[in-house]
């Protein structure tokens, strides 16, 4: 019955490597989103979604692409791995008057 | 734009003595802020939340805060820390598109 849920945890590959993150709600939330959080803990907005649509697409490398099936999904694809692509990404929902809620984080590291 | 500031990266208590943790935060309208805490490797989880009902917020865990329009901050507080209490905390304000986190601050709490 988890609210948010991202899969995998832990992500450990090598440069150069194309992987993928999935994220899953069943809050029945319209928007989802992908945050970042680097070595120094800061927490940053990548991508959000509304109902499948791409609304929010920071400043982030054309490697990073996000893809949304339908509105309980977004998932994150990343080509050509890189070392300081190494963090924690956040995947949250939020929908209207209510707050977000974040999953779990997953941790990739790239060797 | 919105933004916060949180003044201290690291916070050192002794359990069974007061908390402060301090955010100053920058609107151009009457913001929702919210506190958000991480404990070590965990996810990310809602203290509280502040949407203009009342300034004194009262969260989980026996955590307070207050908003303050004139000094255009949202210090949180509680009376007497745990030990469970070490983890970082996040101030955070939501720009209507999504949530713009504060850089952290770290609390420690000394046996």
């Known amino acids: 019955d988890t609210a948010v849920s991202q899969t995998p945890k832990y992500l450990v590959t090598q440069m150069g490597n194309d992987k993928s993150i999935k994220c899953e709600q069943n809050?029945?939330?319209?928007?989802m989103y992908w945050y970042k959080q680097d070595s120094k803990k800061f927490l940053k907005i990548m991508f959000s979604?509304?109902?499948?649509?791409?609304?929010i697409n920071e400043t982030v490398p054309n490697r990073f692409s996000p893809k949304s099936p339908d509105k309980a999904h977004l998932n994150l694809h990343i080509n050509s791995l890189e070392l300081g692509d190494s963090a924690v990404y956040f995947c949250?929902?939020?929908?209207?008057?209510?707050?977000?809620?974040f999953g779990s984080g997953t941790r990739l590291t790239v060797v | 734009a919105q933004s916060v500031t949180q003044l201290d990266s690291h916070v050192s208590v002794s359990e069974g003595t007061p908390v402060l943790l301090r955010c100053n935060y920058s609107?151009?309208?009457?913001?929702?802020l919210f506190w958000y805490v991480q404990h070590p490797n965990k996810g990310l989880q809602l203290l509280l939340k502040?949407?203009?009902?009342?300034?004194l917020v009262k969260g989980i865990n026996g955590f307070e805060a207050e908003f303050k329009k004139s000094e255009t901050s949202f210090h949180l507080t509680k009376p007497s820390a745990h030990m469970s209490d070490a983890a970082e905390y996040f101030c955070?304000?939501?720009?209507?598109?999504?949530?713009?986190f504060g850089k952290g601050t770290k609390l420690s709490v000394k046996p």
């Open positions: 949250a929902s939020s929908g209207t008057g209510t707050g977000y809620t």
């Open positions: 609107s151009s309208y009457s913001p929702s």
């Open positions: 979604y509304n109902n499948k649509e791409l609304i």
């Open positions: 809050l029945g939330h319209d928007t």
């Open positions: 955070v304000v939501s720009d209507s598109r999504n949530l713009i």
């Open positions: 502040y949407t203009s009902a009342a300034t």
